[in-house]
């Protein structure tokens, strides 16, 4: 199960770059986001996905399941929404002062 995890996290950095190296500002962000739950499969993956008790002391003697990556995921997601949304508002503004989103044309003219 974990080498699937692994082989739909190639393919979504696979997406993300290609997404962020097009020249319209919401694909980069969109890339980026893309790329943000890339990592968060990453880190699970590598956290290990097993099944066992909640690391409670009075609880079961069996496996325990390590709650550390689920808690970095979360602070990841709360973390790379907020960004998303920051970034998206300012390409809002953006292109409400230029009338454009693509990135070669928000560029200084170098033929004056």
Known sequence: ????????????????????????VIRV??????????????????????????????????PYTDALPQALILTAIVISFAVTAFVLVLAYRMYSTNGTDDFSKLGGSSDE
């Open 1 to 24: 199960m974990e080498s699937l995890i692994v082989i739909l996290v190639g393919i979504l950095v696979a997406v993300a770059t290609y997404l962020i190296l097009s020249r319209t």
């Open 29 to 62: 962000i969109l890339g980026t986001a893309v790329l943000s739950h890339a990592v968060h499969l990453l880190i699970l993956s590598v956290g290990g996905l097993k099944k066992g008790a909640v690391p409670l002391l009075s609880q079961s003697d069996g």
